[in-house]
Structures are given as C-alpha cells and as structure tokens.
C-alpha cells in the first residue's frame, strides 16, 4: 500500500478529521493535562471500529506517531503526540447491558460515568476507577484499582473479551478462546499491543452503597493509617475504599473555618447490604474522633463521581506511585512529613488496598503482576497555575522519593508519569519477557509506542 493522504484519510472515515488549517483543532488537539502542549498532524474523531483501523493505517503507512486517545485523562499526555496521528475514541461511548449474563459491552471511548450510569439501572456494576470522567480503557487496560476490588478484582480481572485493532489494521477479537496471548497481556500491560474499540465485562449485583469522605486531624493520622492498614487487611471484602491526606474543599459538611486546612481522610465504600452499613464503617470512626463527614446511603454512581469536581480539565499533573507490601512505621513516618504539604486543594495522596479478591489471581495468569502488593500508593500532584510547576513537581519528587524505600520497586503502570520509562521492567516484575514476546507477535515496528513502552522482542 503506498502513502495514504490526508484526503484519502478523510474519504475512508465516517468521522471527522481534524487538521492544524480547522477551526476545531485547538479543542481537538487538547488533553486533561494541561502541562502537554502537543500540535499532531492529524486528529481523527472516530464515530466507529473502521475509522480506528483508517487512523492506525494511515500513521502507519506514513511512518508517523500514533497516540490512541480514550478519556484523555492520561497524565503523562500518551494520548496526543507532535507531527503525528490522533485515534480520538472520545465520540465512541456506547455502553449496551446484558443483565439476563450480567455482563456489559462498551465502546473504548467510553467514561466510567457512562459505564455507570448504563449499568446502575439494572442494580449491576464492575470495578471502575475514583473519578467518573476517566476513560475506561486506559483504566482497565492498565489494571483498573477501584472502590470496589477488594470484592471484585481488578477492571481488568472482569474483563471477558475485547475487540482490537492491531498495527497491521486488523480488528481482532482477544479473549480466553481467540488469541488468548493478547487477551493475557491486554489486562496491565496498557495500549501496547492495539487500539481497543470494545471491552466486554463482568458485572455484579451492587447498586446503592454506604459510604463517603470521614475527615481526621493531622495529629491523628499516624493512628488512622496504621490502624486502616492493620484492619483493611482481614476485613469484609465489601468495604473498599482508601486513606488519603486532602486539603479540605469548600463543602457544606465540612466547618467554613477548616476550609483549606490539610486533614487525613478516609474515603469509604461499603456494598453489602445497606443496613449493614453503618456497622461496616463503625471501626473508621474507632480509629480516631471524627471531624466531619459526608457518609450515608447513595448510588454508587455518585461516590464514583464525587470528586470529579476537583480534576476538571486544564489542570496542572505530574503524578508518581508504587506498590506496597506493608505500611511500615518508617512509611508513615514518610508520609507525615510530606502529605500534609499538599500544595493546593486538587493534589492529593491516596494509598489504594489491593489485597481480598486482586490477591486471587495469580501474578502471571495477568499481565498485571503485583498480586501479593496490598497497597498501590499514588501521589497526584494537580494545580491550576504553570507558574507553580517547578515547586509542585518538586513536592511529587520528594515524597516520592521519602516513601519509595518502604515500597516496592515497580508501581501503578497507570500512575505513572512521562519520566517513568526506566521502571517499565520492574512495574512488570516476572511478566516482562513474556509482555515483549506478544509485543513482537502485534506490533513488533513498536507502532503503538506511545504509553510506558513495552519494547518487541527482539
């Protein structure tokens, strides 16, 4: 096949092609992540799987780059490049429920939102990730952590098939029957081996939950980290939910004079039966006096997006993260120091447990590896102003730094930030050789780079 143009490209396309000559490209070419500033050559909008196999086609047969972009909410920026192409999924966000299987099929441009909201209506839901707006795919193709793993499993734990396109332009199916080597490292191994158009999942009866934000005083959050740890360890697998430091928004539950000031948090998620609830949460209030709260019965649509108010687009990010085996005195000690120092009201650190049915799978039955982790630490440095970068990335770093030696040596493939590639072995443990053979058999002119690149087989 020789040079497509981008005239050709436009013709092969039910969607819209986007160009640096039309109007719309400074919104097509933008990306949460306000600090990534990139001018692509070509931004396909695309309304279905054939205008994906079109843009990958076209990168391809151009020697161009190739972001694929899904939420947008990827912080390192994979989902738009300089000089390159733009699969923009955005547009494909159909979400269809079986509820009779009890599963659901969504588009790869899908929201957790839109997962959600499709889902609820027939009291079913899988784990999905904390904020509402992220893409599905990114989420689940990168492990997918969510208030509801301890009891389900990880996103891609209840993933049943996808539907893919390949760097030669193929659509293919990746499940368990068909190339079930795809499927294997499809879940945690991120967009390295294709554009996923679908993800075919496995929904569970949970519908309305019990829970909400409890805030604690500094003072009392070396107590509420030891004793969250030491209790989430053995408790009911459906309490989820996480320990955070957060400085505290503007909310009517909270006092107008603590506005602002930095408080421990536990955000918590109970999806049992609801009049269980209180009783479920009753040992976080045991751990410490609570300042305020914002917990009772709700759809658990609305804890999954309860914060989405704090991450709008355009935000400032850098992000950094590792799993953790066991949250050591000398860890929180790190964490003391430097998680009260939160820069603005949309940082925060959240320390995920990852242990109940993620610990259920084995470490090589996924491509998601850290199956004996029991925490997945994420330090999400987020501000408004370009003009703070410097001090903020500097207070990412040095908590990062403080906390990684009481962590393990790999982290969070979706946590990750653009400066991270040096760790892609470790984030992989024992999976990588085998994650770079199944590169090599998909993509092995490493096509789909553009993400914490797993490098072909040679």
Wanted: proline share 6%.
């Amino acid at each position: 096949m020789g040079k497509l143009s981008i005239d050709q490209l436009r013709e092969r396309v039910r969607g819209t092609v986007v160009t640096p000559d039309d109007d719309a490209y400074e919104e097509a070419r933008a990306v949460n992540n306000a600090m990534i500033d990139r001018r692509p050559a070509a931004v396909v909008r695309c309304a279905n799987t054939g205008d994906v196999m079109a843009a990958v086609d076209f990168a391809r047969e151009n020697g161009l780059d190739l972001a694929v972009r899904g939420g947008g909410h990827s912080v390192p920026g994979f989902g738009t490049c300089d000089d390159g192409v733009v699969a923009d999924l955005s547009g494909m966000r159909g979400v269809r429920v079986d509820a009779a299987r009890r599963t659901a099929r969504a588009e790869g441009g899908a929201t957790w939102g839109d997962f959600n909201a499709a889902t609820y209506a027939y009291g079913l839901a899988t784990t999905g990730g904390i904020i509402s707006t992220t893409g599905i795919g990114g989420l689940t193709l990168g492990g997918g952590i969510g208030y509801l793993c301890r009891g389900l499993g990880l996103s891609c734990d209840n993933l049943i098939s996808a539907d893919v396109v390949t760097a030669d332009g193929r659509a293919v199916v990746a499940s368990e029957e068909e190339n079930p080597d795809l499927f294997w490292a499809l879940r945690g191994g991120s967009g390295n081996f294709g554009a996923v158009t679908s993800f075919e999942y496995r929904l569970s009866p949970v519908k309305d939950i019990y829970g909400g934000p409890m805030l604690f005083e500094l003072d009392d959050a070396a107590t509420v980290l030891k004793s969250f740890a030491e209790y989430i360890a053995d408790a009911p697998e459906q309490l989820g939910g996480f320990p955070a430091f957060q400085l505290a928004p503007p909310l009517p539950f909270i006092p107008a004079d603590r506005h602002g000031d930095p408080f421990a948090l536990i955000v918590a998620c109970w999806s049992g039966p609801l009049d269980e609830g209180e009783r479920a949460l009753q040992a976080f209030h045991d751990f410490a006096p609570v300042v305020a709260e914002h917990v009772g019965p709700m759809p658990y649509p609305a804890l999954n997006s309860a914060f989405d108010a704090l991450v709008p687009p355009g935000l400032q990010h850098y992000w950094k993260a590792n799993f953790v085996t066991e949250l050591t005195d000398s860890a929180i000690e790190a964490h003391l120091v430097h998680g009260p120092k939160l820069p603005v009201v949309n940082s925060t650190v959240h320390i995920y447990p990852v242990n109940g049915a993620c610990h259920r799978v084995g470490a090589d039955e996924t491509a998601f590896a850290y199956r004996d982790a029991n925490f997945a630490t994420v330090i999400a440095g987020m501000w408004p102003d370009p003009a703070d970068n410097d001090a903020n990335i500097a207070w990412v770093r040095d908590y990062y730094e403080a906390t990684a030696p009481h962590s393990e040596e790999g982290g969070y493939i979706n946590f990750m930030a653009e400066d991270d590639q040096s760790r892609i072995r470790a984030n992989y443990k024992g999976n990588y050789d085998r994650l770079a053979e199944v590169k090599r058999t998909y993509d092995p002119g490493n096509l789909f780079h553009l993400n914490q690149n797993i490098q072909p087989a040679a």
